[in-house]
């Protein structure tokens, strides 16, 4: 099968885009909310020691195992989205939304962020950092609405790469937390910048020591 230049190019540009930058600032978001929040981070160190030890490099068997981290990666998502603007949708045959009928031909938008920050779904605690909030899954955390959790798209238009972005992140953190504890900077200035997807413009400034 060929592909001509242009193909090429984007495909490149998807790879580049879907297989770095999200992961990129997810880990970056990660970085603040446990620089913050040095409980969360404490409980995610100690996770991660009991199921790596302070040397092994993490492997695909032990990240698994490590829930907490995954609640962490899940509530960083919700607050900051990797997908800011959302998704469009056409509708192509007569649909009935709630109390709305979409006749053929409409085209809407699912706001991501939006619907991540409802508090009807989430909670009056819904601006807060609380991974515990999805202990229990996804639909507990929803209110019995697991749709409302949608980093990486629903259903089949779901990230190819999301297990591949989030499992990179686990190991990435893992490693940083086995050697290094971090706190926040007294520079850092929060700078959310919607582009694709919200990343800090002014980067996150931390203070590194080793364990």
């Known amino acids: 099968m060929k592909i001509s230049a242009d193909q090429l190019v984007d495909e490149c540009k998807t790879l580049y885009v879907a297989g770095q930058e ?11 909310l446990l620089s913050i929040h040095q409980d969360w981070q404490e409980e995610a160190r100690r996770e991660v020691l009991r199921v790596f030890g ?10 698994t195992r490590l829930k907490l981290m995954g609640m962490i990666i899940n509530e960083t998502l919700r607050l900051y989205s990797p ?3 959302g998704f469009m949708r ?13 006749p053929v031909g409409v085209q809407f938008h699912i706001p ?16 807060l950092f609380k991974p515990d909030r ?21 259903g089949p238009h779901t990230c190819a790469g999301f297990n591949f972005a989030t499992n990179e992140a686990k190991i990435t953190i893992a490693m ?9 900077s007294p520079g ?4 959310p910048f919607p582009v694709l997807a919200v990343r800090p413009e002014k980067g996150v400034q931390v203070i590194i020591n080793s364990l």
């Open 54 to 63: 302070p040397d092994k490099t993490p492997d695909s068997d032990g990240i």
């Open 176 to 184: 940083i937390l086995q050697r290094f504890t971090f706190s926040l």
């Open 22 to 32: 999200t992961t990129n600032t997810l880990l970056s978001w990660m970085i603040l």
């Open 188 to 191: 850092y200035v929060h700078s």
């Open 83 to 85: 997908v800011f603007a």
């Open 112 to 127: 991501i962020m939006a619907i991540h920050h409802d508090p009807d779904i989430w909670g009056q605690d819904v601006h």
């Open 90 to 102: 056409d509708v192509d045959k007569e649909t009935r939304l709630g109390k709305f009928d979409l």
């Open 134 to 154: 999805f202990s229990e899954g996804v639909a507990k955390a929803t209110n019995n609405n697991p749709s409302a959790f949608m980093p990486f798209g629903m």
